[in-house]
Nanobody, 120 residues
Framework: QVQLVESGGGLVQAGGSLRLSCAASGSIFSIYRMGWYRQAPGKQRDLVAVITSGGNTNYTAYADSVKGRFTASRDNAKNTVYLQMNNLKPEDTAVYYC???????????WGQGTQVTVAS
């Protein structure tokens, strides 16, 4: 079992910044990949960024819509992932979820979600 606790959402004006955090606990040794997803009202949950750890290297991939504005990072010592969001746009408004994919069970775990609202 893996528990994920998110923090850092809120209301911000367009062009502003927010940083989300996600702390993992439990069977963290089994986490292969962590990432951020978001879900706007009436829409499906979409990938924002994903970090895959290989040895001492983290590989990060982003959705096209956030490239150049969002930066995902992982602090392995703190078992925490971050999402730095700059130059926020109203279309970034959504509930943001932290995700952990564990192996060998191949199970996804989700945080409770944190609301990000960008006012125009």
């Amino acid at each position: 079992q893996v528990q994920l606790v998110e923090s850092g959402g809120g209301l911000v004006q367009a062009g502003g910044s927010l940083r989300l955090s996600c702390a993992a606990s439990g069977s963290i040794f089994s986490i292969y990949r962590m990432g951020w997803y978001r879900q706007a009202p009436g829409k499906q949950r979409d990938l924002v960024a994903v970090i895959t750890s290989g040895g001492n290297t983290n590989y990060t991939a982003y959705a096209d819509s956030v490239k150049g504005r969002f930066t995902a990072s992982r602090d392995n010592a703190k078992n925490t992932v971050y999402l730095q969001m700059n130059n926020l746009k109203p279309e970034d408004t959504a509930v943001y979820y932290c995700n952990a994919f564990v192996v060998p069970q191949r199970v996804n775990y989700w945080g409770q979600g944190t609301q990000v609202t960008v006012a125009s």
